[in-house]
Each structure stands twice: as C-alpha cells, then as structure tokens.
C-alpha cells in the first residue's frame, strides 16, 4: 500500500522508498533526429553511486554542436542531453558517506576515473581511461527528472541553491580552471586578455578581478556583451575585430601575458595569438575548432598556446566556496524543462544573457 510521493519515489507505509517506473529525458535517440522528449527508466542507484532529484541543468554551445553538428565520436547514441546539473540527492546507493537525502549538489559533466595516473595527481580533466565525452555527451545528463552519478562526480553544494548555482556547473568551473592556469604569469602591472564574453569569459573576468591585480581587456563584437565585462570589472573592453590585436599591443606596449580564448574561431585565435607579448600564453578554452598557423616567427619568445577542456572537482568545489561568499554574479536565462528546444534556438540565435539553465523545479 503506498502513502504518498517522496521526491518523486513512491513511499510505502513501511518507508520502504521504491523508484516510479518513467521519467521524462530529453535525448539524442539517433545522430541526425532532432532530440526530443522520451520515457525512459528512472535509474536505480548501485553501490558507490547517488541519485539527484534534477533542479537545473544548463546548455551551452556545446550542446547545440551535439544536436546540430557531425556525430561526434566521443558521444555514443543514444544518450540524454544535459552537461551542466545541479539538484538534491534523492537516493544514495550503498557505501556512500559524506552525503545526505535532499543535500544539493553539482553533477560534474567532466566525468574521470578518480584512479589512473593523471587523476592520482589532482589532473581529472587529464583522464586517460574514459571513452565518453562525459555526462550527457555519450553518458545520461540531466535533462531528465532524474540523474544518476558515481559519488566521485558529485560536489556538494552546501547553502548555495542548486538552480541559482547552475550557471557554475560549466561556465563558472571551466572559467576558474582556466583563470587557474594564468594567475602564475599576472603579476601586479600585467595584462590578461580575455576574449569572448559568453557565460564563460564573465566569470573569467570575475575571477581575474578577484585573484589578479592585472589589467583586464575584454573583447566581443557585441555591445553589450562588452557593458557587462565593464560591469564585471574589466579595466577595457573593445570589439573583437580586426584592430583588436594592435589595440592591445597599443595599450600594453608589449602585448598580454595571458590570453584567454573562450571561443576559438580562427578570427578569435588571429587575435590571441596577435596579442601575446614575451613570455605570455594563449589558453584556448573555445571550442569553436578555428584554426591559427604557429611556428617560430608567430609566437613570442617564450610565448605558448595551452588547450584547456573541461575541469577538476577542485575547481568545481571551489567555485562553489567562492560563490557561498556573494563575490559572483551568477547571471543567467532560465527556461522551464517544457521549453529546451526553445532554449536551444536562443543559444542558436545567440540571445541568451549568461547562462542558459533549464528550471525542473
Ligand atoms: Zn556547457
Ligand atoms: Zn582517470
């Protein structure tokens, strides 16, 4: 005899919690097929492994390039969309400790084994043993009333609420990876470019402002992509056309220490690499798959060009105490879980302010 719904489990009279049969996902059934609603079996937690109650999931270009694009190779159909989740555990599979039913927490989309050597050392995003893009890139996301994580992936969230939180589940911990990287060159009286004024690059600025007392330039062909960075404390922002190179070197003499590139066009890339001084780096966050010629000639002495995919749970857990302090501006378009294909035309259209996040709560 059941008593009622407990989070979305059916609850029998001797609290004995037994998951509901479906659940709504929104996935890629085939490459080509437009992505869609389907029912699907609410997964069952196994030992070392947590269900999360979704509350939020967010979708970035990297999500329109699963849907629109070749079939990527890394992601094996079908799976559900979905790379940037936060929500409530629900269940708890056997052996987990250090987590509790309702506590919120992010759902890492960059899954890693947590045992090879790269991960031994802290270098997660390093993860030699994996064949899939990550959580819902090839594995189940969260675009889905429920998702299924290994312990290991899953960040708690403490007293941050996880659909205001969504935005960090991607664009806050890629940025704060990447700004990671570069604090070791922005000494006091440097500069640090940051290119491309997304979700992505407003924390980055954020983040430089915060750890750095370099001189911040941002640089968008939009307006107001450019006011915000303004806002968020870049020192310069200017269109990111073809003078933006020469504009920096203008500015700083010598060109940038650190360039990061949250696009990676070849337009984007010219740029990064065009305003690089001596001993600087361009780290290329973008996945947008330009191309730059490089070789002696083109890069400064000492110069170098850093790829940077994805992130650690380092990173995620410490975003997660940064923004527990109120020092970031999580700015974000939400849309309820009825409206992602709507979602995804903005992200197309390019109309979204800050992150776009899918509400399930
Ligand atoms: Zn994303
Ligand atoms: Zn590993």
Known sequence: MTSGLVGGFVADDTGEVAPMATMQAFRIAEWGEPPRFHDVPVPDPGPGQVLVRVAASGLCGADVRLVDGPP????RVPFTLGHESTGRVAVLGAGVEHLAVGDGVVVSGVLFCGSCDRCVRGRQ?????????????GDDGGLAEYLLAEV????PLGTLDPVAAAPLADAGATAYHVV????PLLAPGTTAVVVGMDAAGGFAVQ?????????????????????????????DAFPA?????????ELTGTGAEAVLDFVGSTSTLEISVGALGNGGRVHVAGAEGGMVPLGWERLPVNGGLVGSTGFTPGDLRQVIALAATGR??????????????????????????????????
């Open 180 to 183: 990671r990287g570069a604090v």
């Open 328 to 361: 970031l501006e999580l700015l974000a378009t939400a849309y309820p879980f009825h409206q992602v294909a709507e979602c995804l035309d903005a992200l197309r259209e390019d109309s979204v302010a800050g992150a776009a996040v899918i509400t399930l709560e």
């Open 241 to 249: 056309d073809g003078d933006a190179a020469a504009l920096v070197r």
């Open 207 to 235: 983040y430089l402002r915060q750890f750095t007392g370099a001189r911040i330039i941002a640089l968008d062909p939009r307006e107001a992509r450019l006011a915000d960075a303004r806002r968020l404390g870049a020192d």
């Open 72 to 75: 990527d190779p890394w992601s």
């Open 152 to 155: 290991r992936h899953v960040v």
């Open 125 to 137: 995003d390093e993860c030699r043993t994996l064949v899939t893009a990550g959580s819902g890139a």
